[in-house]
């Protein structure tokens, strides 16, 4: 009976005497630079609206955290494009910033394979934030060149997405149809 007993908690002894706790990390920064450093530091600063985040889809060795599409109103560096994407992490101690829909941002963005490999990100570490709470770096920037936000790509594919789905919805009925049609001609060619 002793034995049966010794077994489990020699188990649980090894697990507890090997065990070691896994890595873990959390985001820190230093102390943010001047609007100016920033500027300098930064491949793209702009400001303008998010339009929508998308979550992206965790693959191994691929893509992690969210993508945020807006709409550009001013540009300082990096931007010509009316609509522009920047990548995030979740804002959960993976440095990501929290963004809203809706919401304007004053964004500063470096190339990075940080989140999506190729693509422009912003951390906490950057001197991201909302625009009403920017007054200092936009002090510090200056005015910035206006980007025009007539005829953007987003705008035009929104339009379309609905004629799109209308125009299959239509293919299909017509496949349906035809499939019908010939399965009645091969019942009548065979009676």
């Not at 500063?108 to 906490?124: E, F, K, R």
Request: charged share 25%; hydrophobic share 40%; glycine share 8%.
């Amino acid at each position: 009976m002793r034995v049966k007993n010794i077994l489990p908690v020699g188990l649980l002894f090894l697990v507890v005497v090997w065990w070691k706790p896994l890595d873990a990390s959390a985001c820190s920064c230093v102390m943010p630079p001047s609007p100016e450093e920033a500027l300098d530091e930064a491949d793209a600063v702009f400001s303008g609206e998010v339009l929508e985040i998308v979550e992206n889809k965790k693959f191994f060795g691929g893509s992690y955290g969210r993508t945020v599409h807006l709409k550009v109103d001013k540009n300082w560096k990096g931007i010509d494009e009316s609509v522009t994407s920047i990548t995030t992490g979740y804002a959960d101690g993976d440095c990501g910033y929290f963004f809203e829909e809706g919401q304007k941002y004053l964004v500063y963005a470096s190339a990075s394979n940080m989140y999506v490999p190729g693509t422009l990100s912003t951390t906490i570490c950057h001197r991201t934030t909302e625009l009403s709470n920017a007054a200092e770096d936009l002090n510090a920037l200056g005015e910035g060149r206006e980007v025009s936000n007539a005829d953007s790509p987003r705008e035009t594919l929104d339009e379309d997405i609905p004629w799109l789905g209308f125009g299959f919805f239509v293919l299909g009925l017509l496949a349906i149809f035809l499939g019908f049609q010939y399965k009645k001609k091969q019942k009548n060619a065979r009676s």
